[in-house]
Structures are given as structure tokens and as C-alpha cells.
């Protein structure tokens, strides 16, 4: 990898950030490239591999640096202006690739998820080869898409989004990515209100065409809660057939083709034969345990497991017409470990969060009678650690299937398909 000469590195005056040149070299989770410096290793944002630029030093660590691309000498062909103003360095870090191409920023996340096998999960290149990995498009397009904002309040009231990796609020005037309902409230300074009370603002745009807005003090869902402008107990979703009512802060995909999509994967990696057993892990308000009771029938049996009570109450008052799933309020690992759900199993399906199920989970699961995993991820490192368990287990990773469910932004879905046995 070409590299940086420390001859290059000129000093911007008293107090201020160091800037050098570079010359980027490949993507890496993160939403950023890898560069180096004299040797050391330098996390690059705003920039595209191959790409020549000064970048500014945002921080120092022993082992490597972080910095910002702030000029860009030589260009990619994939670079593009980015379609909002408050994306780019020392602005709103809501965003990490507004200024990739939409296609490009596809084969960014598919490269990603390659070396994070490569690296984490220990596949070979040939067995990289053969998943034929790729992030499918959605759609709707890169813009206008987040069906979920959570908003931070600066001192002064303002709602605003944060700088990367800062607590600092930048008060934007509207956030394109998310859903034109969304942009359209007047939550946001300086023709919107303020929120002098409040920490956060949270925003919910549904598939259904509930908006809600809530302001809150905390972090916690349900921490000293106040309803703001159109707040409801309940927002509507639609997917898989149904009609879904859940409660704002219960989770749900942010994307409007989200759920529908990663249902309609998960059921055809899994290929769900009727009278089978099934459990849901980390099943949230139920989407796939649904999906799962329609191909198991009335003979089949699903148990869902879910930790947060929010997401808990909306898949019993959500499912209750589905008789054959049976719905545990506990966290994953102590449910596995203190046997409260107990195999033989037919199947299952992991959505654990972004820090994935976790070892013991996974050896867990793996040791159950079951004939087929469905792993969706939304994290391409965790899933990978999480694969290499599998794999210790006696276990293949038979399948893997990325979506674009976050456009501009660094972060990709997976569906993969996890089998017993090596051959």
C-alpha cells in the first residue's frame, strides 16, 4: 500500500489539528479506509480507496490514528458530492458515505463483510468466493428512508444530531435520510420549537402512516418520559400480512422495506416445513416468529424470546391469534443456559443486537437438535466472531445474503444460513 511521507505533515498552527498527506488504501469497518503513515496504520473518513488527500488528525493512539479526508488531490471515480450540507468532516456523523456513490457504497459494505470473514469468522478466500457476496438494493432510493430518528437536545434546547464520536450536537435543519413525514415536522431549530426539557427528541414515521414525537430525559426507553406534538401509545407497522401495533419505543426495522424483506429471506433460507419446531432468539415484537407460524402451521410450535418488556407486551398482544407461539420475557443466554427453553428444535432463527449472540449462545444453540440456523445480523464483525463459533461447533456457514437496509450510512444487514456438519 502506497503510504505518506512524514515529510508531508505540515503543522496548521498553535492548538490546531495536524494535517498530512495520503494516499488511501482499502475500505474497513468502520465506515472509513486504512492509510498509513510512516508504518503506522491511519482510519481515514470521507475518503474512497486510491483516493489522494490531506487529512487532518482527529486522534492519537499507540497503535494507530484517526483522521478526516479535508481535501481531496485525486479522486475516485466513485466519488459524488454528498446530497446533504451537514455531512462531511467536523459536521453531523449521522452519515459516513454521502460522499460515495449510491452503487459503490453497495460494494463498499460487500467488501466489508468479505475481509470481516476473512479476518474474524477465518474462512478461507475460497470459501469467500463461494458465499458470492453482495448487498442487495431496497427500495426507495439512498434518501428518505429512516422511518426512526432519535434526535440529541443541546443546552440551549435545540434538537440536533452528533458529531462523530462527540457528544456535541450540531442543530441541523432537517435530516435527509429520514422519511418526508419526518422532515416535514417542525421539531428542529430554527423554525421548529425547542425542547428546554428534555434530552432527546424521538421520532417514529410507520409504514402505516402513524407519526409520533416524544421528548424524553435520559437515555433509558421509559426514563422520565414526556409525549410531545402527536405522540400515541401506539404506531401501526405492516409486514408479513399483518397489521402490527406497537408502542414507540419498541423496536422495529427503520427501513419501510425492512421487515417484509428480511422475513421473506430468513423463511427462504430456512425453508420451514409444517409441524416444525422453531425458536425465535432476541424475537423483539414477533415479525419472524409470524413469519415461521405460517409455514409451520397450527401443528407447529415457536417459542420467542425477548428480554426488553416493550417489545415483550407488543408480541403477546400482536400474536395472540397465533396460538402455537409461546412468548418468554428473559434474556437469551440465561434462558439457554437455565434450560427454560429446552430442544429437540427444528429451527432458529438469531437477531441478536449489534454486539451479536455472544459464544455462549452460539454453543448453545449449536448443541441443540436442530437442522438450520437463519443468523441475521446487523453487524458484519460480531456476526463474523459469532460464525467462527459456529464453525469451532462442528457447524458451516451454508449461505450469507447482505441488504441495504441503511443507505449512507457505513452500517449493512445480513441473513445468513448456518448448517451442522462440515461437508
Same mark, same amino acid.
Given at each position: 500500500?502506497?503510504?505518506?511521507?512524514?515529510?508531508?505533515?505540515?503543522?496548521?498552527?498553535?492548538?490546531?489539528?495536524?494535517?498530512?498527506? %495520503?494516499?488511501?488504501?482499502?475500505?474497513?469497518?468502520?465506515?472509513?479506509?486504512?492509510?498509513? %503513515?510512516?508504518?503506522?496504520?491511519?482510519?481515514?473518513?470521507?475518503?474512497?480507496?486510491?483516493?489522494?488527500?490531506?487529512?487532518?488528525?482527529?486522534?492519537?493512539?499507540?497503535?494507530?490514528?484517526?483522521?478526516?479526508?479535508?481535501?481531496?488531490?485525486?479522486?475516485? =471515480?466513485?466519488?459524488?458530492?454528498?446530497?446533504?450540507?451537514?455531512?462531511?468532516?467536523?459536521?453531523?456523523?449521522?452519515?459516513?458515505?454521502?460522499?460515495?456513490?449510491?452503487?459503490?457504497? *453497495?460494494?463498499?459494505?460487500?467488501?466489508?463483510?468479505?475481509?470481516?470473514?476473512?479476518?474474524?469468522?477465518?474462512?478461507? =478466500?475460497?470459501?469467500?468466493?463461494?458465499?458470492?457476496?453482495?448487498?442487495?438494493?431496497?427500495? #426507495?432510493?439512498?434518501?428518505?428512508?429512516?422511518?426512526?430518528?432519535?434526535?440529541?437536545?443541546?443546552?440551549?434546547?435545540?434538537?440536533?444530531?452528533?458529531?462523530?464520536?462527540?457528544?456535541?450536537?450540531?442543530?441541523?435543519?432537517?435530516? *435527509?435520510? $429520514?422519511?418526508?413525514?419526518?422532515?416535514?415536522? =417542525?421539531?428542529?431549530?430554527?423554525?421548529?420549537?425547542?425542547?428546554?426539557?428534555?434530552?432527546?427528541?424521538?421520532?417514529? $414515521?410507520?409504514?402505516?402512516?402513524?407519526?409520533?414525537?416524544?421528548?424524553?430525559?435520559?437515555?433509558?426507553?421509559?426514563?422520565?418520559?414526556?409525549?410531545?406534538?402527536?405522540?400515541?401509545?401506539?404506531?401501526?407497522?405492516?409486514?408479513?400480512?399483518?397489521?402490527?401495533?406497537?408502542?414507540?419505543?419498541?423496536?422495529?426495522?427503520?427501513?419501510?422495506?425492512?421487515?417484509?424483506?428480511?422475513?421473506?429471506?430468513?423463511?427462504?433460507?430456512?425453508?420451514?416445513?409444517?409441524?416444525?419446531? $422453531?425458536?425465535?432468539?432476541?424475537?423483539?415484537? #414477533?415479525?419472524?416468529?409470524?413469519?415461521?407460524?405460517?409455514?409451520?402451521?397450527?401443528?407447529?410450535?415457536?417459542?420467542?424470546?425477548?428480554?426488553?418488556?416493550?417489545?415483550?407486551?407488543?408480541?403477546?398482544?400482536?400474536?395472540?391469534?397465533?396460538?402455537?407461539?409461546?412468548?418468554?420475557?428473559?434474556?437469551? #443466554?440465561? $434462558?439457554?443456559?437455565?434450560?427454560?427453553?429446552? #430442544?429437540?428444535?427444528?429451527?432458529?432463527?438469531?437477531?441478536?443486537?449489534?454486539?451479536?449472540?455472544?459464544?455462549?449462545?452460539?454453543?448453545?444453540?449449536?448443541?441443540?437438535?436442530?437442522?438450520?440456523?437463519?443468523?441475521?445480523?446487523?453487524?458484519?464483525?460480531?456476526?463474523?466472531?459469532?460464525?467462527?463459533?459456529?464453525?469451532?461447533?462442528?457447524?458451516?456457514?451454508?449461505?450469507?445474503?447482505?441488504?441495504?437496509?441503511?443507505?449512507?450510512?457505513?452500517?449493512?444487514?445480513?441473513?445468513?444460513?448456518?448448517?451442522?456438519?462440515?461437508?
Amino acid at each position: 500500500m502506497s503510504t505518506g511521507e512524514r515529510s508531508g505533515v505540515s503543522s496548521v498552527g498553535p492548538g490546531e489539528a495536524e494535517r498530512v498527506e %495520503l494516499t488511501v488504501g482499502p475500505v474497513a469497518h468502520g465506515g472509513h479506509c486504512v492509510a498509513r %503513515l510512516d508504518g503506522q496504520v491511519v482510519f481515514v473518513r470521507h475518503a474512497l480507496p486510491g483516493e489522494r488527500v490531506i487529512a487532518e488528525i482527529t486522534e492519537v493512539r499507540r497503535d494507530f490514528l484517526r483522521a478526516d479526508a479535508v481535501t481531496v488531490l485525486d479522486a475516485s =471515480p466513485d466519488r459524488v458530492v454528498p446530497p446533504c450540507p451537514w455531512a462531511g468532516p467536523d459536521r453531523c456523523g449521522g452519515c459516513d458515505l454521502q460522499h460515495v456513490a449510491p452503487a459503490a457504497q *453497495r460494494h463498499w459494505k460487500a467488501e466489508v463483510v468479505r475481509e470481516q470473514l476473512r479476518r474474524l469468522a477465518r474462512l478461507s =478466500p475460497e470459501e469467500v468466493t463461494e458465499l458470492d457476496v453482495r448487498v442487495d438494493e431496497l427500495p #426507495g432510493g439512498p434518501l428518505g428512508w429512516r422511518s426512526r430518528v432519535r434526535y440529541a437536545v443541546d443546552a440551549a434546547g435545540r434538537a440536533g444530531l452528533l458529531k462523530h464520536r462527540s457528544h456535541e450536537v450540531v442543530p441541523i435543519d432537517r435530516c *435527509r435520510i $429520514a422519511r418526508p413525514a419526518i422532515q416535514d415536522l =417542525p421539531v428542529l431549530a430554527p423554525s421548529g420549537r425547542l425542547w428546554p426539557d428534555a434530552d432527546l427528541v424521538e421520532v417514529v $414515521a410507520s409504514s402505516a402512516g402513524d407519526v409520533t414525537v416524544r421528548g424524553r430525559r435520559g437515555t433509558a426507553a421509559g426514563d422520565g418520559t414526556a409525549a410531545g406534538d402527536g405522540a400515541a401509545e401506539r404506531v401501526r407497522e405492516m409486514a408479513v400480512g399483518r397489521t402490527w401495533r406497537l408502542p414507540p419505543e419498541a423496536f422495529w426495522q427503520v427501513h419501510p422495506a425492512a421487515a417484509e424483506t428480511l422475513a421473506t429471506a430468513v423463511l427462504d433460507l430456512l425453508a420451514p416445513r409444517a409441524g416444525e419446531s $422453531a425458536w425465535d432468539l432476541y424475537g423483539g415484537a #414477533g415479525l419472524f416468529a409470524a413469519a415461521l407460524a405460517g409455514r409451520v402451521g397450527p401443528a407447529g410450535r415457536i417459542t420467542l424470546v425477548e428480554s426488553a418488556e416493550p417489545a415483550v407486551e407488543a408480541a403477546r398482544d400482536n400474536l395472540r391469534d397465533l396460538p402455537q407461539i409461546e412468548v418468554v420475557r428473559a434474556s437469551v #443466554g440465561p $434462558a439457554l443456559r437455565r434450560r427454560r427453553i429446552v #430442544g429437540p428444535v427444528d429451527l432458529v432463527v438469531l437477531d441478536p443486537p449489534r454486539a451479536g449472540a455472544g459464544a455462549e449462545v452460539v454453543r448453545a444453540v449449536a448443541a441443540a437438535t436442530t437442522r438450520a440456523v437463519a443468523y441475521v445480523a446487523c453487524d458484519p464483525a460480531a456476526f463474523a466472531r459469532d460464525a467462527r463459533t459456529f464453525r469451532e461447533a462442528g457447524w458451516r456457514l451454508a449461505a450469507l445474503r447482505g441488504y441495504e437496509l441503511f443507505p449512507m450510512t457505513q452500517h449493512v444487514e445480513l441473513v445468513a444460513l448456518l448448517l451442522p456438519g462440515e461437508g
